[in-house]
């Protein structure tokens, strides 16, 4: 029976089932589990993420089930596919991490022809990691159905002996205390087997579960969804939620561009800010805007930061795990803490707005969500960066920097042409403090894919060098990185840009405080080498070719170009 409150609405499935010509349609529809009945009812699609590599995701299939349950009782049919989803830390150091920006658009234009070709009238989006959430969101925006996200949580902290609070950005610096004595090996290998004690984003402030913050920040995932442990009991109360929301919203006509607007947009730099956020954070809005058709610069992101403290200690840039901030009041709290800095009417998927979800929220734990009086760093997570290396931009989370004496530097670039050379240098000993670590084409068009350099900088920091030397790159971060590492340099070196011209022993000189990353070289030798440049050749092939040609600057969010004229 049909529900009348649904009716009436325009739904988009009845393309598949109310002209009489449809037959072939109608019988399709039955081999799947759709009455006759149920025709007319709301196809909602389950976007689900599941699968047994990431343990980001292991649990969403479960999660999945109960979003089905929640649609089937506010009168839907809910039909479930999945999204591919791959692991940033299984990918980390090796030419897998080339794939994984390029998933993000893979992933939106395949959730896309999904729902445009099944003419799906609403959406709920399981995902955990660090690009499936951002494309998921991405893919939100092109269709603009009614859609309500629902992110999958992060992982406990890890324990291991005298060892607390264990993410996988601590066991990475690991290796650089095995190179140094520090630790053993047969120690690294007993912690390794205990590190990650279950489902769930790696339980640090990376990617993942800034991606997951945001997304609530902006309105588009249920109340407290973002820090909630993904084994918490609460959980599948949530997921039912989530299933019974997204028909409201289709009730409401409420759809994701009349979420996500300039003003959520704002909102969500400001969270970012706060939480101690990833770099990747900064590709990822931009993404997500340009498909909203809202404009935002790089540099508007700067601005924020210069108004909006850090208040969250977590790691990597703190002292505890992102479940735990759950404990202290989680993003609402947050956000109650950031009111003054917040568009409060914004809209959301609860049908309220972002006012009213957050009302009667408090902080808990002063040391994990600091007051505004008393931050732990006076301006936001995240520095923009310019200057003659990065006349475009380039990105630095300085909250991330451990010996503040490294907020600014002069030193001697040691040029790597990709991120394995610099780490054979690093781990050969063959880095000398002072040193400025340059690695480039590693670019979104370079690399191609703009990889993680997240290996070379937990060893560099696990080795102590993070207190001397610098990192600059054309490729990017991941989440849990700190240290004086410099991403995102714009134009990258395969486009020419200054980066490509550094020799070895050239004085690099940055200055975080004041937003500078400069060349120290005179112009008319840069021309010189300029003249006699030639960008490397590469033979590549299948979606790393195609993302080759059509990769926009890190500046822009690595999206794709679009044809123009079409």
Known sequence: MIDSSTENLPLRSRDLHEPLERTAHRALLHVVGVTHGDLGKPLVAIVNSWNEVVPGHIHLRALGELVKQGVREAGGIPMEFDTIALCDGLAQGHVGMGFSLPSREAIADTVEIMLEGHRFDAAVMLSSCDKIEPAHLMAALRVNIPTVMLTGGPMEGGRYKEHHEITLSTMREFAGQVKIGKLT?????????????????????????TMGCLIEALGMSPTGCGTMLAVDPRRPALAREAGRLVLECLRSSLTPLKIVTRQAIENAM?????????????????????????????????AVARRVPHLCNVKPSGQYSVGRMDEAGGLPALMQELREFLHLDARTVTGKTLGENIAGATVSNRELIRPLSDPLFPQGSLAILRGGLAPDGAVVKQTGVRFKSMLTHRGPARVFEKMEEAIRAVMGDMIRPGDVVVVRYEGPKGGPGMREMHQITSIMVGMGLDEHCGLVTDGRFSGSTRGPCIGHVSPEAVEGGPIALVQDGDLIEYDIPNRRLDLLVAADELARRRAVWKPPKRELKGILARYACLAESASKGAILREPIGW
């Open 185 to 209: 090996r047969e120690e690294l290998t007993e912690i390794e087997k205990a590190a990650l004690p279950g489902p769930g984003s790696c339980s640090m402030m990376g990617t993942a579960n």
């Open 270 to 302: 400001a969270v970012d800010m706060a939480l101690g956020g990833s770099t990747n954070s900064v590709l990822h809005l931009l993404a997500i805007a340009h498909e909203a058709d809202i404009p935002l610069e790089l540099d508007e992101f700067d």
